[in-house]
T-cell receptor, first 116, second 114 residues
Framework: KAGVTQTPRYLIKTRGQQVTLSCSPI?????VSWYQQTPGQGLQFLFE???????NKGNFPGRFSGRQFSNSRSEMNVSTLELGDSALYLC???????????????FGPGTRLTVL | AQKITQTQPGMFVQEKEAVTLDCTYD???????LFWYKQPSSGEMIFLIY??????QNATEGRYSLNFQKARKSANLVISASQLGDSAMYFC???????????FGTGTSLTVIP
């Protein structure tokens, strides 16, 4: 079974630009979560999509948005990039089944975004 | 209040020794899951072990075991017989119910000394 894939793996942008990151979950998984990881802030939850609907949302500004397609693939968009957006962006997929606390997340390799 | 607290920013352990990484959590939901992840320098998060709030026994996975003390709200990870490849960041995480978001701690950097 293929794991979680993220594209691109590395990205360099300049301030003010926008960026779109892509995540393909494990086959059969309906939940995709996005995280931002920086040395100073650690791992911070951005949002989770389940069956094309945003189910949970972290405390990030509206510049950060996402969506999920019918095949469960998800994209994350950051508009008007700032220097502080430089980070490793991790995507994780899980079955997303409600009612069970066992919803292990499988992580992708991440996209390392550098904003100059 | 923090949902997950890891109070050890860095830990050192001698090769072949056991080490305990601390994790405390905060929730009022009776149904929750606790997870430990390992993140090597390559960046990828690797799932290690899971403990459900209703599980009666402590979870074990090979050299990893989870010391689950529900009343104290702690879920410490024990790594036995440490190996050099265990050097990495370790994150404790919790998910409330089945549809809540995952909460991660700030991580513990473990260094195994030969």
């Amino acid at each position: 079974k293929a794991g979680v894939t993220q594209t691109p793996r590395y990205l360099i942008k300049t301030r003010g630009q926008q960026v779109t990151l892509s995540c393909s979950p494990i086959s059969g998984h309906r939940s995709v979560s996005w995280y931002q990881q920086t040395p100073g802030q650690g791992l911070q939850f951005l949002f989770e999509y389940f069956s094309e609907t945003q189910r949970n949302k972290g405390n990030f500004p509206g510049r950060f948005s996402g969506r999920q397609f019918s095949n469960s693939r998800s994209e994350m968009n950051v508009s008007t990039l700032e220097l502080g957006d430089s980070a490793l962006y991790l995507c994780a997929s899980s079955s997303g089944v409600s009612g069970s606390s066992y919803n292990e997340q499988f992580f992708g390799p991440g996209t390392r975004l550098t904003v100059l | 209040a923090q949902k997950i607290t890891q109070t050890q920013p860095g830990m050192f352990v001698q090769e072949k020794e056991a080490v305990t990484l601390d994790c405390t959590y905060d929730t009022s939901d009776p149904s929750y899951g606790l997870f430990w992840y390992k993140q090597p320098s390559s960046g990828e998060m690797i799932f290690l072990i899971y403990q459900g709030s209703y599980d009666q026994q402590n979870a074990t996975e090979g050299r990893y075991s989870l010391n689950f003390q529900k009343a104290r709200k702690s879920a410490n990870l024990v790594i036995s017989a440490s190996q050099l490849g265990d050097s990495a960041m370790y994150f404790c995480a919790m998910r409330e119910g089945g549809a809540g978001q995952f909460y991660f701690g700030t991580g513990t950097s473990l260094t195994v000394i030969p």
